[in-house]
């Protein structure tokens, strides 16, 4: 072999060795009103033991919630088969959908994440995943890298499995988007939000730093933390109109329609505590309206979660009175006492002639 033949084959050699490796343009996806959620199931979501999520909790169209107590809802509430459930699983379909449509940068099929140190990217699986032991996400110093699995069917992890992030990640923009479902090991140690399209089950002492988001099945815990994301967009000053609510009667048709106002719009409205008067109810458009049947003060908050899950809300103490008379009343009311005055001014002149 010549001098020079050697050298262009080198040159040609290294030529391939350095031709870069496609950029990654994935972009994380919003979750929209989910983003309060730490998790949410399609049909139930079910626990056993202390479990612990910090975040809202839902399910819809499913409405079973069971396990809580003795599991624990901190910084959140549980939303029921309710218009803000049912507004975040339609964001959850949005990010699933994005998610899946990204174009796959690294395909790992038939490999174990564990072991591995991963870069941004989008890494795609074309039937199911595994991790057993750890894996390493590093962001190299670049706190906006985004981590997306796609994968086709499961994801499964061993019992004690764990996923980290180095160099100044962020847990935020880590998604996991499943085909089928997910099953969590024993105390395995999650990081980032996973979006399946089935179910989600985390198995005794798992915990998740993101989120458990089931498009259509059930998520299951067993005495584990949930902890969402602290990665909520920037929220302007929402503001609830009226300040104060129309006082209203036993009997007597009542309807009154409250706005919000600061935030991006549709805006979903609901009862996050207390209880409104018997016979009224308020719509996801904020219309509150009904004939009340018990007198009393209802004290009651009332939520405004705007389209990108931003949210505020106000606390009313409502008051409802026996009756209020209606105008016929009122003026059979005033000319009875108008009448009595006469007839006392009368009495009066005629003891005083007499």
Do not use: K
């Not at 049947?293 to 505020?312: D, H, Q």
């Amino acid at each position: 072999m010549t001098r020079s033949r050697l050298c262009l084959e080198v040159a040609a050699l290294a030529a391939i060795l350095v031709v870069p490796l496609p950029v990654g343009a994935q972009t994380a996806p919003s979750l929209g009103s989910a983003q309060s959620f730490a998790v949410l199931g399609g049909s139930t979501v079910t626990n056993t033991g202390p479990s612990v999520i910090t975040g809202d909790l839902g399910v819809s169209p499913g409405s079973a919630v069971t396990g809580f107590p003795p599991g624990s809802v901190v910084s959140g509430t549980i939303h029921a088969a309710d218009a803000v459930a049912a507004a975040a699983e339609s964001s959850v379909t949005t990010a699933y959908n994005s998610l899946a449509g990204q174009a796959c940068s690294h395909d790992l099929t038939g490999q174990d994440l564990g072991g591995m140190t991963l870069t941004a990217g989008v890494y795609c699986f074309s039937s199911s995943a595994g991790l057993t032991g750890t894996l390493t996400l590093n962001a190299q110093g670049n706190p906006n890298a985004v981590f997306i699995f796609q994968i086709g069917s499961t994801l499964t992890t061993a019992s004690g499995a764990s996923v980290s992030m180095i160099n100044n990640g962020s847990l935020c923009n880590v998604f996991w988007q499943v085909g089928s479902s997910a099953t969590l090991g024993t105390t395995t140690s999650f990081l980032g939000d996973i979006l399946a399209l089935t179910s989600i089950t985390l198995n005794t002492g798992a915990t998740i730093a993101g989120r458990a988001l089931a498009r259509n099945g059930a998520v299951t815990l067993d005495t584990n933390q949930v902890t969402a994301s602290a990665c909520a967009p920037s929220c302007p000053t929402i503001t609830l109109s009226p300040a104060t609510l129309p006082t209203a009667a036993v009997g007597v048709p009542y309807s009154m329609t409250l706005t919000a106002s600061g935030g991006t719009a549709p805006y979903i409205f609901t009862v996050s505590a207390g209880t409104l008067p018997a016979g009224l109810t308020l719509t996801s458009a904020g219309v509150l309206a009904g004939t009340p049947t018990t007198a009393g003060t209802f004290p009651v908050t009332i939520r405004a979660t705007a389209a990108n899950g931003c949210f505020a809300e106000l606390a009313y103490a409502m008051l409802v009175v026996t009756s209020l008379p209606t105008l016929p009343q009122a003026f059979a009311i005033a000319l009875a006492l108008g009448l009595v005055a006469m007839g006392y001014v009368r009495v009066r002149r005629r003891s005083r002639a007499g």
